[in-house]
Nanobody
């Protein structure tokens, strides 16, 4: 089992920045990918960014150049640095982790990010 706890959400004006953190605990050595998803009202949950154990990343086109994902293995923490935020980035952001081939998946409780225009 893996537990994920997000923090760092909040209200920010357009053009501002936020950094989300996801603290992982439990059987973290089993995890191959950590990622961030988001879900806006009335929309499906979508992948924002993910990072694997080797440090390779995938970033959604909608946030490329503005968002960066990173991980601190010593702290078992994954970060999402969000710069130049736009109102369309408003959503609940979820931390996600999966074992190889998505045999097991884990979700955090979510953190609200609201960007005002």
């Amino acid at each position: 089992q893996v537990q994920l706890v997000e923090s760092g959400g909040g209200l920010v004006q357009a053009g501002g920045s936020l950094r989300l953190s996801c603290a992982a605990s439990g059987s973290t050595l089993s995890i191959s990918y950590f990622g961030w998803y988001r879900q806006a009202p009335g929309k499906e949950r979508e992948l924002v960014a993910r990072i694997n154990t080797g440090g390779s990343t995938n970033i959604a086109n909608s946030v490329k150049g503005r968002f960066t994902i990173s991980r601190d293995n010593a702290k078992n923490t994954v970060y999402l640095q969000m710069n130049n935020l736009k109102p369309e980035d408003t959503a609940v952001y979820y931390c996600h982790a999966n074992t190889p081939l998505r045999a097991l998946e884990y979700w955090g409780q979510g953190t609200q990010v609201t960007v005002s225009s």
